[in-house]
């Protein structure tokens, strides 16, 4: 386990691979360990962020810049020092590549490349650069949520990228307010970490077995998941409803607490509608926010369909 004092941010993923915890603080770290260029290409200018698996930064590509690219600015992911460290780390990364880069929808991140410094034996992948605020950062400058024109501006088109990943049998398993961007591109859902492909085409991509990672994110897991159940669409409904119900009130629903402690503590019966969003939307996110996943019969795709959401896509 990770100390208090080398933890990640709370909302981040937690992340259990054997091996004794750093006495740094993790941010600190990426920062004082900042490789300089990778791959003879990249160079890397600054943290971006930093998560339980992964740490972001933005890069030049130098070969971009070589060819008078006005532009040449790209994310750069690798996975942290902790993590690093185990042999999966790589495989990892690269299943998170192979899935995310096979996914086509306008509100999904694409990376780019996965590459290798040999020299550093560093794997990582390039991406495109999201220019915005996540989430967890729009709520810290909202406390008090958004109003409905705002909140159903960014509802819909993040409930329409979960339908389409769906509908190709890929589950994401991590969706929480900071792995959503609000880019100047419009809505961006991301970090495919612990993402899945269970059916479809995609089902036979290199992964490696989730259950051995032990990672789970305790605010935002479904508590079947906390029990120890596999991840689930059901699962990525109850991680999307609880980012929508912050969003829409400044409150996550079950005060951030790991879901099976709020269905220990009752807490779904103290549950209010948020005072911004139409009466009519209510009962279907609060269909989705069912701690009881036999209660919690609702698809990202109906969830979107109910709160009026025409799908840009298909
Ligand atoms: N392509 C990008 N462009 C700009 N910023 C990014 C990009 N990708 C990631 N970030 C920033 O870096 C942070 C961490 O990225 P990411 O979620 O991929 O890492 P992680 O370690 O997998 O996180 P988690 O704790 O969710 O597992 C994000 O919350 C975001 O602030
Ligand atoms: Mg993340």
């Known amino acids: 386990m990770t100390s208090p004092e080398s933890a990640p941010p709370p909302q981040s993923t937690y992340v259990a691979f054997a091996g004794p915890p750093s006495a740094m603080p993790f941010s600190q770290r990426c920062l004082g360990e900042m490789p300089g260029i990778l791959a003879g290409r990249y160079r890397l ?44 780390a790589a495989a990892l990364l690269y299943s998170e590549f192979s899935l995310s880069r096979r996914l086509h929808h306008p509100n999904l991140l694409r990376p780019y490349t996965f590459e290798v410094d040999a020299a550093q034996r560093r794997a990582f992948i390039t991406m495109d650069l999201m220019r915005g605020l996540t989430l967890d950062k729009l709520l810290c400058e909202r ?40 880019s100047e591109d419009g809505v961006r859902l991301f970090d495919f970490g612990l993402g899945l492909a269970t059916e479809g085409p995609l089902k036979d991509l290199p992964h490696l077995n989730r259950n051995r990672l032990n990672a789970w994110t305790p605010g935002y897991a479904a508590p079947e998941l906390l029990d120890g159940s596999p991840l689930s669409a059901g699962a990525d409904v109850y991680g999307v409803a ?30 209010k509608a948020p005072t911004n969003l139409p009466r009519r939307c209510w009962p279907a996110l609060r269909t989705a926010l069912a701690l009881d996943p036999g209660r919690r019969n609702i698809g990202a795709a109906q969830l979107r369909d109910a709160l009026g959401g025409v799908s840009s896509w298909w």
């Open 45 to 88: 200018e600054h943290l971006l962020g930093a998560g339980g698996m992964g740490v972001v930064y933005r890069a030049r590509d130098l070969l971009q810049e070589q060819y008078s690219d006005p532009d040449p600015y790209i994310a750069l992911k690798m996975l942290n020092e902790d993590v690093d460290e185990s042999p999966d």
């Open 143 to 182: 406390p008090l949520g958004l109003p409905w024109h705002e909140w159903h501006g960014i509802a819909v088109p993040l409930l329409d990228a979960l339908a389409y990943i769906h509908r190709r049998g890929v589950l994401h398993g991590d969706v929480k307010p900071s792995n959503v961007m609000l």
């Open 242 to 271: 609880c980012v929508l119900y912050e969003l829409a009130s400044g409150r996550h629903p079950f005060r951030r607490l790991p879901s099976t402690q709020a269905r220990d503590d009752g807490l779904e019966d103290k549950l």
